[in-house]
């Protein structure tokens, strides 16, 4: 699980929330569409709640009622669409304002950290939103982030140690400066060659792309 990422030259950079459901539901297919293009995946998660509202996003909490209800009918469609698991009130997402306001930036630390240490973080990232999203487990705290780690492949005590870690934090707010700048408003969004896809139905159209790039270059 923590292998080495892909030396490919294609890039893609996919910008989500540790907290996302739609980057849970996409997951699977995300990892498809790298083994089989190859590509180097840098997962970014940033800080949704600081970015979207200055790109155009709205935050769930604040759409109005039929677009929250919209948004739980359609994740329950595409739950039943793509056979995955998944809670549409799962027990530790809060509903109000939440206690701790870094609950759901831990996990995304974690996942950096990973990175920094030049793993896979891939199936770490998905086995963190699963345990949100379908598990009823509380990713904000750290024992259940490196359990998840642990039962993962990861060293989930180091990973853990070095969430809050100068480096770490560096990357999370250039992270979130980046996705400023892509005009990243929503999670998941994936950019290739600085064209943007927003949301986890959109990657059939990241798979046509990747397509098209590589029968132009020959690969």
């Not at 699963?130 to 180091?158: C, F, H, K, P």
């Amino acid at each position: 699980m923590t292998t080495h990422p892909t030396t490919s030259t294609i890039a893609l950079d996919c910008y989500y929330s540790l907290s996302s459901p739609w980057a849970y539901l996409g997951g699977p297919q995300l990892q498809d569409i790298v083994r089989r293009h190859h590509v180097r995946l840098t997962l970014k998660p940033y800080d949704f709640q600081a970015v979207v509202p200055q790109t155009g996003g709205i935050p769930l909490k604040t759409r109005p009622e039929p677009r929250r209800t919209y948004h739980a009918l359609e994740l329950a469609r595409w739950r039943d669409y793509l056979g995955m698991p998944l809670n549409l009130e799962p027990a530790y997402y809060p509903k109000g304002a939440p206690v701790d306001p870094n609950w759901n930036k831990y996990p995304g630390w974690m996942v950096i950290a990973a990175q920094l240490q030049g793993l896979d973080a891939q199936p770490l990232s998905h086995a963190l939103l699963r345990a949100l999203w379908a598990e009823e487990r509380d990713t904000s705290e750290a024992e259940v982030r490196i359990a998840v780690a642990e039962e993962n492949g990861y060293d989930g005590a180091s990973l853990q140690a070095l969430e809050q870690a100068g480096e770490t934090l560096a990357v999370y707010r250039a992270n979130s400066a980046d996705a400023i700048q892509a005009g990243v408003f929503g999670a998941p969004t994936f950019v290739l060659d600085g064209e943007r896809f927003w949301g986890q139905d959109r990657l059939a159209f990241l798979d046509r792309a990747l397509d098209k790039r590589r029968q132009s270059t020959g690969g």
